[in-house]
């Protein structure tokens, strides 16, 4: 904030510099009499759109959410930008700006300022600011009585007194702008979960705090008769959220053994269920750190008065306004940009009371239907929650094919022409990024897989060390089980170690970006491999799921680093993809489906007959379009040499993608699964939330003595 009132006082004298020398007569005839005007209507305008991009930006998933991400980014920061511009050209105005309804206008800025409720913050660091926010605040309020002081009107105080409580209104609605910041900061949200002082056991040397949201509260929440099952479902997500708040700040805690072994409403979901579930919980976690609607519910009643003052004082405002307006005294121009302002602001603050309405935090608090209004508005939010519920769920997810994108690089000289000067691979990272449905069958695969872990961890007692093996898993697992199924089940792997080599690819040694590309490019080719010659249906089996999960993987690996452990994805990706020219020749320059096929027969037919003294795995010269081209083969074989049929092969598969993928859910920091609910969330995001509900989080502890029943969840201080 103190940035962007630097940059405008800049900003403002070399505008006053430029515009004098070079256009010094147009300047004299309309830009200073227009300039004012034009930008208070931008900003009125800004305040719209940031309205609605702020509702947007956490729902919208598909092809232009880069476009998306960039216009949200240039809205917050010019709607901050204008208003400040204005209130500094108001500050520094001349003799031309001795205008009486210039007072209502530096009042209507403030609101601007506090920006609408449904976007607070771009990012989390914004967050981390609110220090600034606050000095822009006191300087911006400074700034504004300032000019109200200097151009009230002397001849009209009703037009004063017009514009004070808009003026108060204004400061009321940055000040809460400010409070939501400093709110959602790190700092702050830890400090809330250690803020009950009275609440403290010590047990084995350990001093144990507990917080959180009590049972007592709980039993509330549901013991109340006429509850629709919707408003049940939103209950249990918004305790959820409450539960596991601390997970987002990477704040470890353990849970009840009642809540642990019920999963937290979670123990008799269905996957569809669950992915809904966990995507309505995501929702109170964005609005934690990215909207006003978290402090408004926590103080509703404080609110409730606040904002019925500032939308009184528009309403009063406007009244006031036409009764006490001389309209021969200013121009009809001015008259319209005020009646603009103050119709704005009121339409703006009964929609934004309508969303808040019928938004989730205030349908949790669904009054029973005793009267006629009560009636109604049950009826009202029970129909938007039956929406909500069907509509919630993790809807699409990205994929980025490398095989395709090396071909369609050979085959399209656009693509081929951009790679030369694109050096950030951005062409390739969003341009020849796809989006797909996250449909049915593979979240029923994905969460049939959790269950299994969980029961797994279950069985091991609920061990912690059992735990990081189970979420160390990267596919070597897997080889293990099926070579046991092979050689008995009781065999020492040891005495195989050269025959399980032999057969399985090893992935123990191999780092787990390096794994990732890896396993992409062998599945990519054994995808292709078997739909072109029609040994599998690709559109319905675990070759999808696992091709899915694969250009889903890759996608992160690319464009998301930040979810993953480092790694050298860029550099690898570089040298796939010179790697892969080496094998495009110049007869494949013709369609891309042709060019793709010959492409894959060719890499593979390489690679299989080269393979003992071209391979020498893992730590060699050979680059990773090679190597897993050569996990490939060795898949290919499969059906051949252990008597498979290729079902068993893509279960395989998948079931490595899966290890991979709740590896990385595991590993990744909460902070950056907070942070990607701004650009409508990862599936890895949701995955990660319902592996936490099921235990399978180092970060998520079973309480194994519920001394203290009344209280939730414990942490170790």
Not at 90 to 107: C, F, H, P, Q, Y
Not at 112 to 134: K, V
Not at 540 to 547: G, Q
Request: proline letters at 3%; a positive charge.
């Amino acid at each position: 904030m103190l940035l962007t009132i630097a940059t405008t006082l800049i900003f403002v004298e070399l505008k006053e510099k430029v515009f004098k020398d070079m256009f010094k007569e147009l300047a004299k005839r309309y830009w200073g009499e227009w300039e004012l005007r034009l930008m208070i209507v931008v900003s009125s305008i800004l305040q719209l759109f940031l309205l609605i991009s702020g509702s947007i930006r956490r729902k919208y998933l598909g092809k232009k959410l880069p476009y998306v991400a960039i216009s949200v980014w240039l809205v917050y920061l010019s709607a901050d930008w204008m208003a400040t511009l204005v209130l500094t050209t108001l500050l520094r105005g001349d003799a031309r700006l001795k205008n009486e309804l210039i007072v209502l206008w530096t009042s209507f800025l403030l609101w601007h300022l506090g920006s609408p409720h449904t976007i607070t913050a771009y990012s989390l660091e914004d967050n981390e600011l609110w220090l600034r926010h606050f000095f822009g605040l006191v300087f911006q309020v400074g700034e504004a009585i300032y000019i109200y002081a200097r151009f009230r009107s002397k001849s009209n105080t009703a037009l004063n007194a017009v514009a004070a409580p808009i003026l108060l209104a204004g400061v009321i609605k940055y000040g809460e702008r400010v409070w939501a910041l400093r709110c959602a900061s790190d700092k702050q949200l830890l400090n809330s979960f250690f803020s009950i002082s009275d609440n403290k056991i010590i047990k084995g040397g350990k001093k144990i705090i507990r917080t959180g949201l009590s049972k007592t509260k709980i039993n509330k929440l549901f013991e109340s008769e006429g509850i629709v099952p919707e408003v049940e479902f939103l209950r249990q997500a918004y305790i959820s959220y409450i539960v596991f708040k601390p997970l987002f700040i990477d704040l470890p805690f353990r849970l009840s053994r009642e809540f642990h072994d019920n999963m937290v409403f979670m123990k008799s979901k269905s996957a569809e269920d669950a992915f809904k579930f966990v995507d309505v919980e995501l929702s109170f976690v964005y609005d934690m750190f990215f909207t006003k609607n978290p402090i408004q519910y926590r103080h509703l009643k404080v609110s409730v008065c606040l904002r019925g003052f500032c939308f009184l004082s528009a309403i009063c405002s406007l009244i006031a306004f036409t009764a006490v307006l001389d309209k021969n005294k200013h121009s009809p121009i001015d008259i319209a940009i005020t009646y603009l302002l103050l119709v704005g602001a009121i339409s703006l603050d009964f929609y934004s009371f309508l969303m808040h309405a019928l938004s989730t935090w205030a349908m949790i608090k669904l009054p029973l239907p005793r009267t006629k209004v009560h009636k109604t508005y049950s009826r009202v939010v029970a129909s938007r929650l039956q929406s909500i519920k069907v509509r919630s769920g993790i809807k699409s997810m990205a994929q980025h094919d490398l095989i395709k994108y090396c071909v369609k690089a050979k085959t399209s000289w656009f693509t081929g022409a951009i790679k030369l000067f694109d050096t950030g691979n951005l062409l390739q990272k969003y341009g020849h990024t796809k989006w797909k449905p996250v449909d049915p069958d593979l979240k029923n695969f994905i969460y049939t897989h959790l269950i299994k872990k969980r029961e797994k961890f279950e069985r091991n007692g609920f061990k912690l060390d059992e735990l990081e093996k189970l979420l160390n898993e990267k596919g070597d697992r897997v080889f293990k089980g099926k070579y046991r199924e092979m050689v008995g089940t009781d065999a020492d792997l040891e005495e195989y170690k050269e025959e399980f080599s032999s057969i399985f690819p090893r992935m123990d040694s191999v780092y787990f970006i390096r794994s990732i590309f890896l396993w992409h490019i062998a599945t990519e080719l054994a995808y292709y491999d078997d739909h072109d010659n029609h040994r599998v249906d690709t559109a319905h089996s675990l070759s999808n799921i696992s091709k899915s999960i694969s250009d889903y993987m890759i996608y992160l690996t690319l464009v998301r680093p930040s979810m993953l452990c480092k790694g050298f994805s860029d550099v690898i990706n570089g040298k796939i993809y010179k790697e892969a020219q080496i094998f495009l020749t110049e007869k494949m320059k013709t369609r891309f489906i042709g060019a793709r096929k010959q492409f894959t027969k060719d890499l593979l037919h390489f690679v299989a007959f080269q393979q003992q003294s071209f391979y020498q795995p893992p730590h060699n010269r050979v680059g990773a379009l090679l190597e897993g081209a050569s996990f490939a083969v060795k898949l290919q074989r499969f059906p051949r040499e252990l008597r498979w049929d290729h079902d068993e092969k893509w279960e395989m598969i998948s079931e490595v993608w899966m290890e991979m993928m709740t590896h990385a859910a595991s590993y990744c920091s909460w902070r950056e699964h907070a942070q990607q609910l701004r650009h409508g969330g990862e599936l890895l995001t949701h995955v990660a939330l319902v592996m936490a509900h099921l235990g399978l989080s180092t970060k998520v502890g079973r309480d194994e003595e519920d001394d203290d029943p009344h209280a939730f969840p414990p942490f170790d201080a």
